[in-house]
């Protein structure tokens, strides 16, 4: 069964940094795309980035691109994002989802981690 | 990226049949078939439930079904059941790797 488990949440201070944390279980975890999309209260979803399954190649939304970076470690089945530069619009619930082999969608997702940002 | 639009709340009684729509431009909904569909239950992990515009992954019941016409995606729930209440959002491929989704719709079941 897959699971996928996030965490690293918590407060931060506009300006400031986090990493989040995504454990993976149940499929070989190196051999997907993963991503991590995030819903700011009373919002719908929004894609935040993804990351092939070498983890040569990355992707990233418009409004986090040059402040957030995906990473993974195939050895610890783990996903990773290094957020810096925080600004108060990121302050979401942040989800981390696999997609399936051939990419088309996000076929699991974990239940999330509360990101706020705020003095 | 713009948000695919739908509206934000529908309902229907049990037994009923509802059709949430999911708006979007040529450049994502009209140009790939590569839309989702994701049932929220707040505090819980979104679920697949239609990808690809029309399929349905495994143990997804049959009273889901997806369709798409030009620039807008449509869910269609017959059947409708009290567990069916929950947030429902679309999503589409939008090129170059990226993807979008859209604000979500309330479903419920009166």
């Known amino acids: 069964e897959v699971h996928l488990l996030e965490s690293g949440g918590g407060l931060v201070q506009p300006g400031g940094s986090l990493r989040l944390s995504c454990a993976a279980s149940g499929f070989t975890f190196s051999s997907y795309v993963m991503s991590w999309v995030r819903q700011a209260p009373g919002k719908g979803l929004e894609w935040v980035s993804s990351i092939s399954g070498s983890g040569s190649h990355t992707y990233y939304a418009d409004s986090v691109q040059g402040r957030f970076t995906i990473s993974r470690d195939d050895s610890k089945n783990t996903l990773y994002l290094q957020m810096n530069s925080l600004r108060v619009e990121d302050t979401a619930v942040y989800y981390c989802a696999k997609a399936p082999a051939a990419m088309t969608t996000f076929d699991y997702w974990g239940q999330g981690t509360l990101v706020t940002v705020s003095s | ?110």
């Not at chain 2, 729509?21 to 239950?41: E, L």
């Not at chain 2, 798409?68 to 729930?77: D, E, R, V």
């Open chain 2, 1 to 110: 990226q713009s948000a695919l639009t739908q509206p934000r709340s529908v309902s229907g009684s049990p037994g009923q049949s509802v059709n949430i729509s999911c708006t979007g431009t040529s450049s994502d909904v009209g140009a790939y078939n590569f839309v989702s569909w994701y049932q929220h239950h707040p505090g819980k992990a979104p679920k697949l439930m239609i990808y690809d515009v029309t399929k349905r992954p495994s143990g997804v019941p049959d009273r889901f079904s997806g369709s798409k016409s030009g620039n807008t995606a449509s869910l269609t729930i017959s059947g409708l059941q009290t567990e069916d209440e929950a947030h429902y959002y679309c999503c589409s491929y939008a090129g170059s790797n990226t993807w979008v989704f859209g604000g979500g719709t309330k479903l419920t079941v009166l």
